[in-house]
């Protein structure tokens, strides 16, 4: 089980039977559930038309229910969630497996989001349907924490600033200097890696720190974009050319996310295997 941070396609949802819980999106008085009711599009629309849009974390309420669900069918649930340095949704899952007797429930921060967070859902629902243990799961995805990586460029940070996300890049003035800033998670925070002229460069940059940090190792990656999809598909092309490629996905943002990065973001998170 995980939340639409993750970004996981649909089709690997469906693969391995995972349960994703919406974020919330809060448009006035109405509240739309991410990846279900809303696209980015529509979202980037509302933006353009000048709305304000917020995001909300799932109520403990929602994870009560699906708990409830689950644990009528399932023997245990790993609940892997967006790391809780940028939200609360770790806090609110937790706080709802308290409350389940019928059977244990495991909440693991993933101190990532997007499909860093994705691929070590992927992990845990691959060695499920091998058929490990609870405990063997969580052991798992916690040393995979370590190994999973996500960098993103943006087209703009106007969007990030309105945020409030990120209240350290108000300070650069950034799109007025017309740099880009390479961004990452680090301690469950958004941090500036470095900061570049063009957007080219900056998409070689990111491929420069995937090249130092994956060297020849098997490598499973995921491309994001916010409204870029042609560019993705060219990046994916350009890492399975360049890397030792296991699976490579091209997934949207989802608009809990977009909402918060604008149009334009191109992005890349990975999960390197380890030495033989």
């Known amino acids: 089980m995980t939340d639409s941070i993750a970004c996981l396609p649909l089709e690997l949802v469906e693969r391995y039977h995972i349960r994703v ?4 999106i809060v448009r006035g008085e109405r509240v739309y559930r991410d ?10 629309a509302w933006l353009e038309a000048g709305e304000v849009l917020t995001t909300a974390q799932p109520a403990v309420g929602e994870f009560l229910d699906t708990y409830e669900e ?6 245990g649930i790993v609940s892997i969630h967006v790391s809780s340095g940028v939200t609360g949704v770790v806090q609110a899952a937790a706080a709802a497996a308290r409350l389940i007797e019928r059977i244990p429930i ?10 860093a967070e994705g691929f070590l859902v992927l992990a845990a629902a691959r060695l499920a349907e091998q058929g490990a243990d609870l405990e063997t799961i969580v052991r798992r995805v916690e040393e995979l924490r370590s190994q999973v990586r996500f960098f993103a460029v943006l087209d703009t940070v106007t969007y990030l600033v309105r945020s409030g996300r990120a209240p350290w890049l108000a300070q ?7 740099v880009k800033p390479i961004l990452t998670l680090r301690d469950g ?9 063009t957007r080219r460069r900056a998409i070689e940059a990111m491929l420069r720190r995937m090249e130092q940090d994956v060297g020849e190792r098997p490598v499973h990656v995921g491309v994001l974009h916010a409204g870029a999809a042609e560019e993705a598909a060219e990046l994916r092309q350009t890492i399975e050319e360049r890397f030792q490629v296991v699976e490579s996905f091209v997934t949207p943002f989802t608009a809990a996310m977009a ?5 334009g973001l191109l992005g890349l998170a990975y999960c390197a295997e380890s030495p033989a």
Do not use: N
């Not at 990846?35 to 980037?44: L, N, S």
């Not at 941090?191 to 002229?197: G, K, T, W």
């Not at 909402?259 to 149009?263: A, E, V």
């Open 172 to 178: 650069l003035a950034v799109d007025m200097l017309q």
């Open 106 to 115: 495991r909440v693991v921060d993933s101190r990532a989001a997007t499909m």
């Open 21 to 24: 819980v919406p974020v919330r």
């Open 70 to 75: 689950l644990s009528r069918i399932a023997t």
């Open 189 to 197: 925070k958004i941090v500036s890696l470095e900061r570049v002229r």
């Open 35 to 44: 990846g279900i009711d809303v696209t980015p599009e529509e979202a980037f």
């Open 259 to 263: 909402i918060h990065t604008g149009p």
